[in-house]
């Protein structure tokens, strides 16, 4: 072989082409959101995910910065992961993920966990402890709580504070 030319990692007999992988997928996303199925058919690729949960009137989660700095958009994507065979909760900024990115997964709001009557534990610590000032970040950082304790019931307090590295509150920063 000349000097500088490269074998190919995959022989070309092994290789497939790229409709015989497609042939199954469709246009169809499908994802839970808070418990319920949702099916959307040739959903915008542009949309984030946050433009979607605001434009069904999910407004808890909300929007601050834009641009992932400040978590204020955060929401919880729930998907099963093969290797650990667990359910992995993972903090995600809606604002960035798009709304396409969800399929197959579950979706988590602030809605989705509590509500004044009946809130979450992280939801009414916050609330009895006086956790919040204007309250804009809050729904963000309890989401963030919330993947935490979905993903190791008694974290330690350092990672407690590590799940708190995305959120950044208007008043304490
Ligand atoms: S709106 Fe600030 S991180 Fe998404």
Known sequence: MAPGLVEPAV??????????????FDDTLRFYLNGTKVVLDSADPEVTLLEYLRGIGLTGTKLGCAEGG??????????????????????????????????????????????????????????????????????????????????DPSPSELHVEEAFDGNLCRFEG
Not at 11 to 24: F, G, I, N, Q, Y
Not at 107 to 113: D, L, S
Not at 115 to 130: C, D, F, G, L, M
């Open 11 to 24: 022989s070309a007999e092994s290789t497939r082409s790229l409709s015989s992988v497609t042939t199954d």
């Open 70 to 151: 400040c978590g204020a958009c955060t929401v919880v994507v729930s998907q099963y992961n093969p290797t650990t065979k667990k359910i992995y909760h993972a903090s995600v900024n809606a604002c960035l993920a798009p709304l396409v990115s969800v399929d197959g997964k579950h979706v988590i709001t602030v809605e989705g966990i509590g509500n004044v009557t009946r809130p979450h534990p992280a939801q009414e610590r916050i609330a009895k402890s006086n956790g919040s000032q204007c309250g804009f970040c809050t729904p963000g950082i309890v989401m963030s709580l919330y993947a935490l304790l979905r993903n």
